[in-house]
């Protein structure tokens, strides 16, 4: 049996700018956090020639071609693991489509496994590339690289993606103290509002595309917040990290009118009245998880769990992808 996983994340300053679409013109950055959630998966030899998967769905199938979930199709395809008498079963710590990356924690994790079962050593940066050949190149979803990049390499990591496809990584240089201080004062919160992150990036990625002049200025904007986010969270200035996370949030927003809706602002107000310094909602909009930075967090807790939020609490995770069993 093996059983691999790889964590969520959050998105701490430039998410966006690593579509492809943008990129590739103009080059991206963005940090992310690798958060202990984690997507998992669970891989062994049966005696029986079908392949079962068990994820939402069950599926019994003979062939390749048989396979209805895309990425582990692509993905047995792509290593050309046999089909034949395996089981796979995936597992996670939160739902999907909740703005938290699982679609790339989803593939990394998988082809860990695959990888794993043939005793093949991949490294971080090969699993992320590959990740993203299956989800964009392959099945050509409009979204970003920063979902596998973040769940192969874990921790807090600086991206720069460059016109040429090239993703360049190096670890934030926080201090232990900015590097606590961080996880103390940083709040997750579930909207209940789950979506498909495809479907907001598209029209991003359809606009990046056109040389839309508002879509591209927008995303030009976003990057420097990156780099701005990079400079505060490195000199310790969480209050400035803070206001940049406001900042970021207001032009995102202005990006779709599917980013949020009037229930997200009423209790991103909400939050903003009772004590969080600054908040965005993570992920590409519409829904999932808002992530807030706050000083006196007993107050704000209880006022939105009252609200009819949920609470989620973690840490950070720097481990990035990795077999637990084999």
Sequence with gaps: MIITRSP?????GGGGTDLPSYYREHG???IAA????YVGIQLHQTFVDELIIKYSKLERVLTLEEIQHPIIRESLRVTGVPVKGLEITSFAD???GTGLGSSGSFTTALLKALYSFQRRFVSPRELAEEACHIEIDRLGEPIGKQDQFIAAYGGLTC???MPNDEVRAWPLQVTDQTLLDLEDHLLLFFTGYS????TILSEQDTQSKKKDTGMTDNLHFIKDLGYQSKEALESGDLVRFADLMNVHWESKKKRSAKMSNPKIDEWYQLARAHGALGGKL???GGG???MFLAEEKKNLRKVLTEAGLKEVRFRFDFEGTRTLLQ
Excluded: T, V
């Design 8 to 12: 969520l994340r959050l998105s701490l």
């Design 28 to 30: 991206g950055f963005l």
């Design 34 to 37: 690798a958060i202990d959630k």
């Design 94 to 96: 939160l739902p999907a």
């Design 159 to 161: 991206f720069e993606f």
């Design 195 to 198: 979506r498909s992150a495809s």
């Design 282 to 284: 993570i992920g590409a």
């Design 288 to 290: 999932g998880f808002l």
